[in-house]
Nanobody, 115 residues
């Protein structure tokens, strides 16, 4: 299993970023996918999750209405559109899948929201 995130960077408050995660090594369309983040000095927290078919999504209260998770099962990718970014969104963002009772994480991509 391999998860490779991309799309992080430095953005001003109120700006937008789109993260992508390319997945391989498993039948992507059969598994729910999630995005987590680890803010500086804090533990990892769930940001958003999407069901295998993409019909169900869940969000942390702190990002509801600002972030949108989506997936393309034909391309084996899951994305996170982040709008109206705030300084408290600064974190390393990780793609996650639970495959055959094991947890797999990407290497993470840094998102920094600062003026």
């Amino acid at each position: 299993v391999q998860l490779v995130e991309s799309g992080g960077g430095l953005v001003q408050p109120g700006g937008s970023l789109r993260l992508s995660c390319a997945a391989s090594g498993f039948t992507f369309s059969r598994y729910a996918m999630s995005w987590y983040r680890r803010p500086p000095g804090k533990g990892r927290e769930l940001v958003a999750a999407i069901s295998s078919a993409g019909s169900t999504t869940n969000y942390a209260d702190s990002v509801k209405g600002r972030f949108t998770i989506s997936r393309d099962n034909a391309k084996n990718t899951v994305s996170l559109q982040m709008n109206t970014l705030k300084p408290e969104d600064t974190a390393v963002y990780y793609c996650y899948v639970n495959f055959q009772i094991r947890s797999y994480w990407g290497q993470g991509t840094q998102v920094t929201v600062s003026s």
